[in-house]
T-cell receptor, first 115, second 115 residues
Framework: AQKVTQAQTEISVVEKEDVTLDCVYE???????LFWYKQPPSGELVFLIR??????QNEISGRYSWNFQKSTSSFNFTITASQVVDSAVYFC????????????FGKGTRLHILP | GAVVSQHPSWVICKSGTSVKIECRSL??????MFWYRQFPKQSLMLMAT?????????EQGVEKDKFLINHASLTLSTLTVTSAHPEDSSFYIC???????????FGPGTRLTVT
């Protein structure tokens, strides 16, 4: 069965600090997708990234970067030079199979960026 | 880009009444839609998978007679909460899977309050 663990329930950092959100996943499939979503107070999910299991390359998008390591079943997310607008709940998620089946979410990490 | 809408965005109803929530894919066809429920400060929990023209598949512990799902067209799925009770108060989010790319897009959510 698939499972996503986000051990950090809540994190607070001061603005401009770097912060890493951890994500560990479990799956029996060799083909799967990993996701990160941001959920601001409005509630609407904001898609950040989708990565398939065959692509272990790290990715950088502006201040955001992702480190995917199959050896440790981890897909960590780093925000560099954090800003107050980054305050939100961040969810890591997983879907199994070639055809992007149902997405299962981790419990989320609530991130507070303090001015 | 692909857009998924939900209607209503929020609803208040009295205990014992039924409420219908719509999920529409506005600019693409979705053979599959997913319904999630999110309680305050918790993660998104998958309730059911809805396939166009067939019966929905419910996750373990979700009452199918209470949460009626209808996916009558390639752009519309509805979730009806029957005989709603205060414990059904939650944030309901749908996602739609585009038939060709299999990418999923999330709606903005519907906040249900049962008094």
């Amino acid at each position: 069965a698939q499972k996503v663990t986000q051990a950090q329930t809540e994190i607070s950092v001061v603005e401009k600090e770097d912060v890493t959100l951890d994500c560990v996943y479990e799956t029996r499939d060799t083909t799967y997708y990993l996701f990160w979503y941001k959920q601001p107070p409005s509630g609407e999910l904001v898609f950040l990234i989708r990565r398939n299991s065959f692509d272990e390359q790290n990715e950088i998008s502006g201040r955001y970067s992702w480190n995917f390591q199959k050896s440790t079943s981890s897909f960590n997310f780093t925000i560099t030079a954090s800003q107050v607008v980054d305050s939100a709940v961040y969810f890591c998620a997983l879907s199994e199979g070639l055809r992007d089946d149902k997405i299962i979410f981790g419990k989320g990490t609530r991130l507070h960026i303090l001015p | 880009g692909a857009v998924v809408s939900q209607h209503p965005s929020w609803v208040i109803c009295k205990s014992g009444t039924s409420v219908k929530i719509e999920c529409r894919s506005l600019d693409f066809q979705a053979t599959t839609m997913f319904w999630y429920r999110q309680f305050p400060k918790q993660s998104l929990m998958l309730m059911a998978t809805s396939n166009e023209g067939s019966k929905a598949t419910y996750e373990q512990g979700v009452e199918k007679d209470k949460f009626l799902i209808n996916h009558a067209s390639l752009t519309l799925s509805t979730l009806t909460v029957t005989s709603a009770h205060p414990e059904d108060s939650s944030f309901y989010i749908c996602s739609a899977r585009e038939w060709a790319s299999y990418e999923q897009y999330f709606g903005p959510g519907t906040r249900l309050t049962v008094t």
